[in-house]
């Protein structure tokens, strides 16, 4: 069974930092893509950044320059390395594997930033 935990949210100040961290097991991790989203209050689910299996990252606009996203393949572990958080960062933040019989999704993870 494939499962994703997320862990490493918190609130936090403007402009501070956090690491997200999204723990996968049951599959195997060297050739998946992995994504993460975040959904705030009232507003659609967004997708933030993704990591292909060979390690190529992409942004959305809105966190590119801030946000890192990485692997590490020992640990099976995705990472969102966010920095200069703002309160519009405030949201639920998921990892998400795409497949083609069904996404998995984690149960998310809150990230609150106060101004």
């Known amino acids: 069974q494939v499962r994703l935990v997320e862990s490493g949210g918190g609130l936090v100040q403007a402009g501070e930092s956090l690491r997200l961290s999204c723990k996968t097991s049951g599959v195997n991790f060297r050739i998946i893509t992995l994504r993460w989203y975040r959904q705030a209050t009232g507003k659609q689910r967004e997708l933030v950044a993704q990591?292909?299996?060979?390690?190529?990252?992409s942004y959305s606009d809105s966190v590119k320059g801030r946000f890192n996203v990485s692997r590490n393949y020992a640990w099976n572990t995705m990472y969102l390395q966010m920095n200069g958080l703002q309160p519009d960062d405030t949201a639920v933040y998921y990892c998400?594997?795409?497949?083609?019989?069904?996404?998995?999704w984690g149960q998310g993870t809150q990230v609150t930033v106060s101004s």
């Open positions: 990591i292909t299996s060979a390690g190529t990252a």
């Open positions: 998400q594997m795409p497949r083609d019989t069904g996404d998995i």
